[in-house]
């Protein structure tokens, strides 16, 4: 096994092109992991955190540009941009530990393909745009189209994240994401509810709500986002009928497995109840940021 | 752009500074950090209790971040600044956090003690006023199975009084 | 705090001064055992069975050996044999199997090579032809009939038969008469109750390196629980003599039991000797959670009776334990363990079944911790029916001095009630409970152990002295032994150098279990001190021209009427005139380890959308007899608390139907984290051992009795509904809460 660490996003395609059996990799959380559980060692390691691009975070122009390698305690440090999407923070902030925090990244999250990863969800519900490097360019895809089932993703041979795009929210908008883990710290997330709401006066114009760890992949919920649009936050709380809809809708969507971590029957229903408490804090955010 | 292209065991020329020390070493390109500070510059104080990331106990300063030195590639620490364990006193005279958790008696088998040292001494360095649930959130990378972590809390916390005393 | 009876004044016992290994450990130079690399050392791997219960056909170890860097490989057939019968020979089948794998991660060959990756490669090399076999995984399919035998190599032990069994121990304990005490009772509780496999979870994965030399001696290095059972165990699974093996301990990353026995180190001596170069083996996180010590799950049915005024007047009930693949006592252990109430009317069932998992180990106050949680339950449940307290109950019923225990002795001078009222009189236990909140009372004790250790003090020339005992120091027993050399000699603690020796330099001492090591060999560092004071006295005499009775000794110096005090140093400084070196060995057997007691209290909160349970507060109280070092009195309460919290909420062995372990990581097995816990209160209870000179109880292993009970006490109080399993995970508890 071999190790470079390319300096440009050209570099590393041209590695990637001479070695099918190359893997990139920026924190390696997962990687070291799987590898010691028996995943074959790849030809080539190729490191993309000397590649400025993809550890630079920038705003310009009413856009986030979040290199896809950057160390996830970058964003839950980067106070404009913790501002801007407090739950895409959080989310971010919930994969590990401190150390692993200074490894993790959200392309290496959304690349392994997890079902549980944290920061996915909300890096979804706000419309993030993932930018990949392909053979001979780049194309760019919606970060929901990324991963398509456990371990798998869209990204052809050869293929990485570059960076994500976020277009900045429209006003009065707030977002939240709540995980289940039976410790406080360290676990993998039994469930994972990602809620993004925009608040027009005393009514949600504009929602989106998320789940992580109860399907193959993340999955976005229209009917939950139904249940939220239109409905009044008028004294600053969502009327019960609004959320005992949402935590319906969310429940219908889980697609969950029974495996060490948990349920399906636990997993069905904590996703209503995050779904629901999510909701609450989103709606907060957005009223408090209208 | 560094790369290796030697066939069978491919090992990289890496050059850094471990506890402000100038230092070069030959690794693997798959051997850990942790196990090229143990095994190349027999800096045993950083343990391998996990190797996955999960418990803390091969933490080490990264450019001024913690790491877990399992999960990084040798060849990942070119031109960076490490300080281990056995860095954080300051010539014969112990860090604060090493001499309140003598005083505190924060360490019973020891083996998890270097992680948490270097764990508190980020924290502190970056607040150094943290409430016993930052201290404990922190931490929370660290596991230590003797102590129930009370003693730990305890002691970083008589630390940071320490360490903002002597900054006045 | 500390509420102590009266006793004399100390100087030394009882401070808190910082332990001598501390400075090594804080700087990082203390050396465990993988810290350590012997020149042109191999490194070991093993090949596991994947199976969890299969024959081995044969092992094909022919394209392993020819590859890379490949030095040795041995299996089963490069073991000795040994007897049915010898107390090691399911310790050597453990290490290495020989007709059968018996559960999945069981040694089936090794390969020593030049590089762990060489070594690994190899191993997965090894072609190895199985006949699957059936296998048992619970309590219920071992003792169901007609079962398939999870080792035919298994007899039950003291049952006198000769036939293959799944039982390894049956152990019935009767008093009284239950039947018509039942008859008579105001209230009865009756209940289910089972707990999940759980990990000792120390930080250091097991390790050694081994140096065959070509005179067939091996230098061993290794950290353990205690050398000398390393030896005796290693010399007799390889049928060496014991004087062809040293062991030297390493400094040891916790224990907590499961390092009371071996995995390695034969398998490194054979491939040492095999290949003539030293072998070093390092076990990874996963090998120690799939092969190495777990403690034995357990179902159980408890049925209490009591009387209106809280009197209780009955117990019944059976209590299993799942032991693992080959035969354990932890069902005999365990009926030892029922003995914190008076019970003038007992029948109980004490039963060890095998399965098809990695063989149990001790792990702090081993069986212990499954008994009180089912029987604290109940009793905690009469409280609420009596209406009552949940502590005037256990005052009204708790055993005293003379009270039998269970197994027909009477209890020596116990602390239970001392407890008791600590914890009624505590801060804690007098505040209201939170908003939300509900609180929790639990029990528990471990009887403690004695045995055999030995201890030389050595005086040096200029006063100083050094203290070699043979018990590794798992957690500041070097400091304890200090404290109490200290307060005999009369000489500052930190001019006093305590040693943990290797096998060939100190006398034989039993492993560090059943919390002995501050008792026993602590009574063996002042039997020393103690023989050295008279021959000081008896060389101050000389000194000082007076008769040998005309001198005391007092505060580190030979006082004697009409002269200058001589100090210590004034002696050892003339010793080679006065009869040569100051130096004294002492051993013993040791009796008298008094139990300790300890009474919990918690406040938890319950998420009754998500089952979460949330500890908010947590105080322990526990007789600790005389605290030597409070520090790490309190530092023992806090670490068996913190462990008894993960026990009760979230640490489980989750095993697919094949018996492969499916959580093994730190990530999946969740022991508890910093942020999980609150601070742990501590209140030492002093209530003097009088078996030991200065009074000590063992105190490491009491803490994780009681927490499962205390927290299980406070859910249910908490939620209206009574929880019987462990772990009291959060889709456990959501359950619950649906069917109240």
């Known amino acids: ?290 | 752009m560094s790369e290796n292209t030697t066939t069978r065991r491919s090992r990289t020329h890496v050059s850094c500074t471990v506890n402000g020390d100038q230092v070069d070493f030959l690794a693997d390109d798959g051997t850990s950090l942790l196990d090229a500070l143990r095994d190349e510059l027999d800096l045993t104080g950083a343990k391998e209790g996990c190797g996955t990331g999960d418990c803390g106990a091969c933490t080490v300063l990264v450019d001024g971040r913690i790491n877990c030195s399992c999960l990084m590639f040798a060849p990942e620490a070119e031109g960076c600044d490490i300080v281990t364990v056995e860095g954080i006193a300051e010539g014969d005279h112990l860090h604060p956090l090493q001499q309140t958790f003598l005083e505190g008696a924060a360490l019973q088998c020891g083996v998890c003690t270097p992680g948490f040292l270097v764990s508190a001494k980020a924290l502190l360095d970056e607040n150094p006023d943290p409430t016993e649930t930052e201290i404990r959130y922190a931490l929370a990378g660290n596991l230590c199975r003797c102590t129930g972590y009370d003693k730990i809390v305890r002691s970083v916390q008589e630390a940071a009084v320490q360490l903002r005393g002597a900054a006045r | 705090m500390t509420i102590t009876e009266d006793r004399p004044a100390y100087k030394w016992v009882g401070t808190r001064p910082i332990r001598h290994d501390g400075y090594d450990k804080v700087v990082g130079k203390a050396r465990f055992a993988a810290d350590r690399n012997f020149p042109g050392q191999l490194h070991g791997a093993f090949l596991r069975s994947p199976h969890g219960h299969a024959r081995i056909l044969a092992i094909d170890t022919a394209a392993a050996e020819v590859m890379p860097g490949v030095k040795a490989v041995v299996t089963g057939a490069d073991f000795p044999d040994l007897p049915v019968g010898n107390p090691e020979r399911d310790t050597g089948i453990n290490l290495m199997a020989r007709d059968a794998a018996l559960y999945v991660g069981h040694v089936v060959a090794a390969v020593a090579a030049s590089t762990r990756a060489e070594a690994e490669a190899a191993a997965a090399a090894i072609e190895v032809r199985y006949e699957l076999l059936p296998v048992v995984l619970s309590i219920d399919e071992s003792m169901a009939d007609g079962a398939p035998l999870a080792n035919p190599d298994n007899r039950t032990a003291f049952s006198g038969s000769d036939d293959p069994s799944n039982l390894a121990t049956v152990t019935p304990l009767e008093r009284g008469d239950v039947d018509a005490a039942f008859e008579a009772a105001d209230v009865v509780v009756e209940r289910e109750f089972d707990t999940a496999w759980v990990h000792q979870g120390y930080i250091e994965p097991h390790a050694c390196v081994v140096d065959v030399g070509p005179d067939g001696r091996a230098d061993v290095w290794a950290s353990s629980q205690g050398h000398f059972r390393v030896r005796s165990q290693t010399a007799a699974v390889l049928d060496w003599d014991t004087a062809r093996i040293k062991v030297t301990p390493a400094e040891i990353g916790g224990g907590f039991g499961g390092k009371t026995t071996i995995y390695l180190e034969p398998v490194a001596a054979l491939l040492s000797e095999k290949s003539g170069r030293p072998v070093k083996i390092v076990m990874t996180r996963d090998e120690v959670l799939r092969a190495t010590g777990p403690a034995p799950a357990s179902k159980s049915r408890i049925r209490i009776a009591a009387t209106n005024d809280g009197e209780l007047t009955a117990i019944d009930g059976w209590i299993g334990y799942a032991v693992g693949c080959t035969n354990d006592m932890a069902g005999f252990v365990g009926a030892m363990s029922v003995a914190s109430y008076k019970f003038p009317n007992l029948k109980m069932e004490f039963v060890g079944a095998l399965t098809n998992t990695p063989r149990s180990a001790a792990y702090r106050a081993p069986s212990a911790p499954q008994a009180a949680f089912a029987i604290e339950s109940v009793i905690d449940e009469i409280a609420q029916a009596l209406d009552m307290d949940p502590i005037e109950l256990r005052l009204k019923n708790a055993v005293v001095e003379g009270d039998l225990t269970s197994m027909g002795g009477p209890h020596p001078r116990v602390g239970f009630v001392e407890c008791l009222e600590a914890i009624r009189d505590s801060e804690h236990y007098r505040s209201s409970v939170p908003e939300g909140a509900a609180r929790g009372i639990g029990t528990g004790f471990w009887f403690n152990i004695g045995e055999q250790s030995s201890a030389t003090v050595n005086l040096n020339e200029d006063g100083t002295a050094t203290v070699i005992t043979g018990s590794p120091d798992i957690g500041g027993s070097r400091a304890s032994m200090a404290l109490m050399a200290a307060e005999e000699l009369g000489i500052d603690v930190h001019r006093i150098t305590p040693v943990v020796a290797d096998t060939e330099s100190v006398g034989f001492t039993d492993v560090t279990e059943g919390s002995r090591a501050t008792f026993a060999t602590g009574m063996a560092v002042v039997n020393a001190c103690r023989e050295l004071v008279e021959e000081l006295k008896a060389r101050a005499a000389t000194i000082l021209g007076v008769g040998a009775d005309a001198v005391e000794w007092v505060d580190g110096a030979a006082v004697a009427a009409d002269k200058d005090p001589l100090p210590l140093a004034g002696i050892t400084a003339k010793a080679k005139g006065t009869g040569g070196p100051l130096t004294v060995t002492a051993s013993l057997n040791a009796g008298g380890a008094g139990p300790s007691f300890a009474v919990h209290c918690c406040d938890v909160v319950v998420d009754d959308e998500t089952g979460r349970v949330e500890v908010l507060r947590y105080t322990t109280a526990q007789d600790a007899g005389t605290a030597i070092h409070p520090s790490y009195v309190e530092g023992q309460m806090q670490g068996g608390t913190a462990q008894g919290i993960g026990w009760a909420l979230n640490e489980e062995y989750v095993y697919d139907d094949d018996g492969t372990m499916l959580n093994a990581s730190f990530l999946d097995y969740r022991v508890p984290v910093a942020s999980d816990l609150p601070m742990i209160e501590t209140i030492i209870v002093e209530v003097p051992n009088p078996a030991h000179p200065y009074g000590v109880r063992g105190v490491g292993e009491t803490g994780i009795v009681p927490p499962m009970a205390t927290i299980a006490n406070a859910v249910s109080r908490a939620t209206g509904v009574r929880l019987s399993s462990l772990p009291m995970s959060p889709p456990k508890v959501l359950a619950a809460l649906d069917e109240r």
Not at chain 1, 112 to 134: E, F, R
């Open chain 1, 1 to 290: 096994m071999r190790y470079a660490a390319p300096a440009t996003v050209e570099e590393a395609q041209a590695l990637l092109a001479d070695d099918a059996d190359a893997q990139v990799f920026a924190g390696a959380t997962d990687l070291v992991p799987q590898m010691r559980a028996g995943r074959p060692a790849p030809s080539l390691l190729v490191d993309l955190k000397r590649i400025d691009r993809l550890t630079s975070v920038t705003h310009e122009d009413g856009r986030w540009t979040i290199g896809a390698a950057t160390p996830t305690a970058d964003l839950t440090r980067n106070e404009a941009f913790t501002a801007a999407f407090p739950g895409l923070s959080e989310g971010a902030g919930l994969i590990g530990s401190d150390q692993i925090q200074n490894r993790s990244s959200l392309g290496g999250n959304l690349a392994n393909a997890s079902p549980a990863a944290d920061s996915v969800p909300a890096l979804i519900a706000n419309d993030g745009q993932a930018v990949i490097a392909t053979a001979d360019g780049t194309r760019t895809v919606p970060a929901a189209e990324v991963a398509t089932g456990p371990g798998h993703t869209s990204l052809a041979d050869g293929e990485f994240i570059v960076e994500f795009t976020l277009a900045d929210p429209p006003a009065g908008t707030g977002d939240a994401y709540l995980r289940m883990i039976p410790r406080t710290e360290m676990d993998i997330a039994i469930v994972g509810a990602a809620v993004r709401v925009t608040v027009d006066g005393d009514t949600i114009s504009d929602a989106t709500v998320v789940l992580g760890a109860v399907a193959p992949t993340a999955v976005v919920v229209p009917d939950a986002a139904a249940a939220l649009v239109g409905a009044s936050v008028a004294g600053g709380t969502l009327d019960d009928s609004a959320t005992a809809a949402l935590a319906e809708a969310a429940e219908a969507a889980c697609d969950p497995i029974d495996d060490k971590r948990g349920t399906i029957a636990y997993r069905r229903r904590v996703a209503g109840v995050l779904a629901r408490r999510a909701a609450a804090i989103a709606v907060e955010r957005a009223r408090n940021g209208a």
